[in-house]
């Protein structure tokens, strides 16, 4: 157990909707970080977080949004749903930016199926 | 240019012997730090173990050790006596501090142990 947690595991919804992915991280970690893995993109890098603020972006579309609250939760919101949005929606978490060996540590991911 | 080459797609070995998975990086950072991560197929991600580009010894866990290679930019992680448990996908990943601590992940290794 990683001590990040991920909610829902696995969530199926219709295309055009909007879903909402949950993380808290691990006790004392101030960054965030979202992935996403696709059969045919592999691990892609979202967005990180860090104690509040956005500190890198990465592929990330315009419909996916996302914040970390003053608690430290993440949220990943993803909206307009389409189906090649289907894929293990990654959230992770270290303790922050500046250190070398800042191990991120993953939740156990969120299955999106979207039909 | 990759980050992170892992150019085996596919590896096998025999139970209770070792294997090597390849990875290669690319970096003008002079300080990163080496990752590597275990995704069985229930999807998760598991940190197995790290090395920092300062590091001077190979680091090791358990029966885990990374094989670093500096001047060929090479963290070929080493597996000894493989289990059956060992079958997953391997991902090699690399942090550089330059440019604000992401990470950037390999596609991956499937290893397959063979009873």
């Known amino acids: 157990d990683s001590g990040v947690t991920q909610t829902p595991k696995h969530l199926i919804t219709a295309t055009g909707q909007r879903v909402t992915l949950r993380c808290s991280p691990r006790?004392?970690?101030?960054?965030v970080y979202w992935y996403q893995q696709s059969l045919d993109q592999g691990l892609q890098f979202l967005i990180q977080?860090?104690?509040?603020?956005?500190?890198a972006k990465g592929n990330i579309l315009e419909r996916f949004s996302a914040q970390q609250f003053p608690d430290l939760h993440s949220e990943l919101n993803l909206s307009s749903l389409e189906l090649g949005d289907s894929a293990l929606y990654f959230c992770?978490?270290?303790?922050?930016?500046?250190?070398?060996?800042?191990?991120?540590?993953f939740g156990e991911g969120s299955w999106l199926t979207v039909v | 240019a990759q980050k992170i080459t892992q150019t085996q797609p596919g590896m096998f070995v025999q139970e209770k012997e070792a294997v090597t998975l390849d990875c290669t990086y690319d970096?003008?950072?002079?300080?990163?730090?080496l990752f590597w991560y275990k995704q069985p197929s229930s999807g998760e991600m598991i940190f197995l173990i790290y090395?920092?580009?300062?590091?001077?010894q190979n680091a090791t866990e358990g029966r885990y050790s990374l094989n670093f290679q500096k001047a060929r930019k090479s963290a070929n992680l080493v597996i000894s006596a493989s289990q059956l448990g060992d079958s997953a996908m391997y991902f090699c990943?690399?942090?550089?501090?330059?440019?604000?601590?992401?990470?950037?992940f390999g596609t991956g290794t499937s290893l397959t142990v063979i009873p």
């Open positions: 970096t003008s950072d002079p300080s990163y730090g």
């Open positions: 992770a978490s270290s303790v922050g930016i500046g250190a070398r060996g800042n191990t991120i540590y």
């Open positions: 006790s004392g970690d101030l960054s």
């Open positions: 090395q920092g580009s300062y590091d001077q």
């Open positions: 990943a690399m942090r550089e501090l330059a440019t604000g601590n992401q990470f950037y």
């Open positions: 977080y860090y104690n509040g603020e956005e500190r």
